[in-house]
């Protein structure tokens, strides 16, 4: 089954720890994406890669890092920096190129800060 | 900047009631609009889509017409199951944008038997 994977379902980190999303899709999609969601709030974008070694910034990239070596692969680091780390995460991918405008989404990663 | 209004929720309804949600937006280029659903626990699930005006986007019973006079894309269901119980969220891209989403701030939905 073609799909986004994303794991741990559930995350948890201590004060002053990295921790670091998995991101998986096997749709041969050149775009993907990471959002943040608040409770009872909308999708902000974090990153997003439209191909293999290149990525840029969303609207709320500070206390984040990722990278994008393998196409089906775009982990999500969340640094000590992120002050308000507690969220849930959600990875897209879309076909890219001019087609790129429906984006598919993952499970979501629950990450809470203990 | 683009930017997306729907109606705050919750929604409560009794099942086999009419759904209306409004979505409003606002954008530089000429989107493409998006409706999501979202269940307890879950990612967000294509619903229905419109990429130009006056395109109906329809799906599961949910229909949705995009409507450039009035800049919005609201979605309607005329009888909703206990099973339609979740978030709903619009979204519009924007080739202006860099196709990038820009996401409403969802509608949470409560369908009671």
């Known amino acids: 089954d073609g799909g986004i994977t994303q794991s741990p379902k559930y995350l948890f980190r201590k004060e002053g720890q990295n921790v670091t999303l998995s991101c998986e899709q096997n749709l041969n999609h050149d775009a993907m994406y990471w959002y943040r969601q608040d409770p009872g709030q909308g999708l902000r974008l974090i990153y997003y890669?439209?191909?293999?070694?290149?990525?840029q910034k969303g609207d709320i990239a500070e206390g984040y890092s990722v990278s994008r070596e393998k196409k089906e692969s775009f982990p999500l680091t969340v640094t000590s920096a992120q002050k308000n780390p507690t969220a849930f995460y959600l990875c897209?991918?879309?076909?890219?190129?001019?087609?790129?405008?429906?984006?598919?989404f993952g499970p979501g990663t629950r990450l809470l800060v203990l | 900047g683009n930017s997306v209004t729907q109606m705050e929720g919750p929604v409560t309804l009794s099942e086999e009631a009419f759904l209306t949600i409004n979505c409003t937006y606002t954008?530089?280029?000429?989107?493409?609009l998006f409706w999501y659903v979202q269940y307890p626990g879950e990612g967000l699930q294509l619903l229905l889509k419109?990429?130009?005006?006056?395109d109906k986007g329809s799906n599961k019973g949910f229909e949705a017409t995009y409507r450039k006079e009035t800049t919005s894309f609201h979605l309607e269901k005329g009888s909703v199951q206990v099973s339609d119980s979740a978030g709903y969220f619009c979204?519009?891209?924007?080739?202006?944008?860099?196709?990038?989403?820009?996401f409403g701030g969802g509608t949470r939905v409560l369908v009671k038997p």
């Open positions: 890669s439209q191909i293999v070694n290149d990525f």
């Open positions: 954008a530089t280029g000429y989107p493409s």
């Open positions: 419109a990429t130009k005006a006056d």
């Open positions: 979204a519009l891209s924007d080739k202006a944008a860099g196709n990038k989403l820009t």
């Open positions: 897209a991918s879309s076909i890219g190129g001019t087609n790129q405008e429906t984006q598919y």
